[in-house]
């Protein structure tokens, strides 16, 4: 990096403004801390004439060494602290465990008098080696000599015990602005982190790259290096840069980023290309269609197939990798079950064969839905969210059965999402029971096409597992997320029983509103229907709360919200570096709040009773269906007239 020299005109950056009030927040009025000047113009701007030099001047990246500056006083003291064996009980180290639990806690809050207590106590902090970036927030950044003493405590910091994931990725959050805190980041995920582990966090990694000070940093260098030594992982750091194209604010950082990419990444750019053509084709496609006029659209599937086979466009669109998911390879276009959808956007519902030369030992087609006019990056976040807490959930020994299907943010306006084979919404499935089951006064279709399609007392028995499993699963997530728009048309149950949710567009407690009342009533979906199955379409019990079967349902739920608010920072953390998408439901701390509120943090609830204000809110929203079956057959009525 070099010095700056000369005048220069620095934009101001907007305030942010709720209900005409401006927000300001610990960054003053760049709510999100955006590194460098705001590109829009139309902003006033400032002047600022810095000294010249007959040379530039460049700064030197830190290494560890410069850690090693700090001053020696009290090393021993340190070193103890950070490789002492577990302390007596005496009356002071009672005192220090009160202080090592506070550390821990899900409701730490930093106040001026804890940082200074913080900073006094720094070395103790080293006996709770997870605390490091809590700890980092009491450091005076404008004091030299504290932030010497900063480097030299991090190179000691013991991190063998600690989540080296989790921890890099806080440390890389826009709080850290430090490059030398972001450099001990980045090294514990070179050092301790496989593409393994990586994959599932790519995009927020990804993501991270915003909060850097500078275009050449340790991360991005990172994230080059394991993209050149792995194709996988650079697939995915291909398209999620990518979509960061359009953005003013970032597209020289990722445009570099991608161009020293491509220039290293071998034959894999053929490949790329070849997705590039296919994705751009789909999106001309999809404005063709969009523009179209009613009598065009008449015949839907003709003139799909129509506008499919001109010239240019079939070989673009065959014999592709997909970009949702590395390891798949499509083959030939199959006109016959192309159709447009139904929905505003007019989205693609394509197929492909199967284009691997193993193909006869996997699926022979795959199916995949285009959107064109519509941002999927909050639905991909949403679904590697769930693939988190899959993750998180298996590590603890629970298995839920989630189902976090592919989706694929192209640009902020247009993506992939993998169809789901099998699987029919919950809508469908109602439909097939007749009037009855569509306008709500069947509540056993659902369980009647299950067992239809699981026959044998063997085979019931394990679809109605997997369907108890991935509800109470589905049942956690919903809540927590604060999923909102949850209607038939967004609930899906395959053929084996699994079920699970679709369309994240509206997630963080944004429920829809009709005439100023919130549409849904309850936070979370938990019908007849789906108590009709999970005891088994058991009837001779009068209340089906009461059945062993329901009791095992909701202790299945109480252990998987528990399992997840013990790892509410982790949570916050991969929500909060997405902060920097521009997403409307996701853009400033104040939209997480709803974290909170899920996971009574706000109300200062220890573990048992915020487990015990789920099962309220489980017990309540079974109560109350009858206000989502209301809510469903509206639905229904606005389905039956479009």
Known sequence: SCLIQGRQKVPFWPTEMNNNKIISSMYGFNERALAGINPDRSYPTIELEFPSYKYQIATLQPRNGLAMQAQTKNEQLLRSCAFQDDLEETGENIIQSDFYDWL??????????????????????????????????????????DVLEAYKIIENWPTKNIDPLM??????????????????????????IDDDRLLPVILQIVQAVKNEPYHDSALARFLLRRSLLNQQVGHYFYWHSRAELKNPQYKVRYGLL???????????VEDLGRQVRSVDKLIYIAEIIQNSTHDELYNQKGYLAHVLTREGYTQNLQYFRSPVDYNIELGQLVLDHCRIMSSARRPLWLRWTNGSEYAEHYFPTFDLIFKNGDDLRQDMLALQFIQMIDIIWKADGLDLSLLPYGCLATDNCSGLIEVVKNAKTIMNIQKLGGLKGQFQFDASALYRWIAKNNPGADKLKSAIDLFTRSCAGYCVITYVLGVADRHPDNIMVNERGQLFHIDFGHILGNFKMKYGIRRERTQLVLIDDFVRVIINNNSTEKNPIETREFKNFKKLCIKGYRILRRQYRQIVCLFKLMMNCDLTELNSEADMAYLRQTFAIDIGANEQEACDRFEQVLLESYRSSVKTRVDWVFHALNHIKS
């Open 258 to 268: 991608l161009e020293a990419y491509l220039r290293y990444c071998g034959e894999y």
């Open 167 to 192: 921890t890099a990725l806080e440390l890389l959050d826009v709080d850290y602005p430090d490059p030398f805190v972001r450099f001990s980041a980045v090294r514990l995920l070179d050092t301790r």
């Open 104 to 145: 821990r806690s899900i409701e730490f809050e930093l106040t001026e008098q804890s940082r200074v207590e913080l900073w006094d106590r720094r070395y103790e902090c080293m006996r709770v080696p997870e605390s490091l970036p809590r700890w980092l927030k009491c450091v005076k950044w404008s004091n030299r000599d």
